[in-house]
């Protein structure tokens, strides 16, 4: 199979990116590696992939916000298939620089969904994300809840990638599948997020931001269940056939939370990594962030009954696995191969 993956030097692309190669797909990355968070760690990954690929693996430096440039980079190169994963991330960052959503978020999705359309994909994954649920209070959440009031700019974005790929699937019967991720960690993680936030600074003897106070809960999925799920959904286009799938459509268009159906404590998770670190963290406890959210906790059967998605890394073997990779790959300055 020949697969366009957008987003290829973040986590979950180049993550997806190597287990495709490995199964003997060839891979489209596109990036145009910004600095939102190290752009060293970016190259990293890349350089890995490039490696593995030997052949199998092109990649395009482009934005693929920029139509233009995006279909220039794309003339000549052949794909059946599409993983849309790149996207400006974090809810936090979305408050202090909300144009950079619109811009990737908005359209770059629309850009996919045109070059899908124009190619005649076959089928086109994209990247939603756990934050359209919004402060809803009913656990866990399902894909049949409503998800209309967002509460930040980024899942804002999200809950509209949705709105248009289910234009595109009515107009275009093009085959989409949206994929609502909870709480990614693993190897070769976000610097951005909690778990490498939380390492770094109990490694370095500094105070860790924990957030309502520690009244604070997470379904925490493993990156190779999230690729797993990523796989059986790109394997699996939704059908024409007028029935309704999961999340609600009669086009075809599926959405499905990718997640691990456990919600765990925050504290658990701070006292898993003081074991691991060999360390006790220093918390400064504070108030709830604008746009954060108390609570996540997936409900996956609708993913689990269409395609047999089981996860299989608790945080008891996930986390020890990233302070392994952590501690031997992340040297303080640059990264290690």
Known sequence: MRVL???????????????????????IGVDIVNPY?????????????????????????????????????????????????????????????????????????????EVAR????????YASSSSVYGGNTKMPFSVDDRVDHPMSLYAATKKADELMSETYAHLYRLPLTGLRFFTVYGPWGRPDMMMWLFTKAILAGEPIQVFNHGDMYRDFTYIDDIVSGVMACLDNPPPDDGAVKAGGSEKPHRLYNIGNHKSEHLMKVIGILESELGRKAEMNLMPMQPGDV????????????????????????????????????????RWQN
Do not use: C
């Open 37 to 113: 968070y190290d752009p060293a760690l970016k190259e990293a990954r890349l350089s890995r992939l490039v490696e593995q690929g030997k052949g199998q693996f092109t990649f395009l430096r482009t934005d693929f916000a920029d139509y233009p440039a995006l279909t220039a980079a794309l003339e000549g190169k052949q794909f059946e298939r599409i993983v849309h994963l790149g996207a400006q991330a974090g809810v936090r960052y979305s408050i202090e620089n909300p144009h950079a959503y619109v811009q990737s978020n908005l359209v770059g999705h629309l850009n996919l969904l």
């Open 294 to 333: 108390r609570q996540s906790f997936a409900d996956i059967d609708a993913i689990s009954s269409d395609l047999g998605y089981k996860p299989t890394t608790s945080i008891d073997v996930g986390i020890p696995n990233f302070v392994r990779w952590y501690t031997k790959h992340y040297g303080g300055r």
């Open 118 to 125: 124009h190619r005649g994909a076959e089928h086109m994954v």
């Open 5 to 27: 993956v957008t987003g290829a030097a973040g986590f979950i692309g180049y993550s997806l990116i190597t287990r495709l190669l490995a199964r003997g797909d060839e891979v």
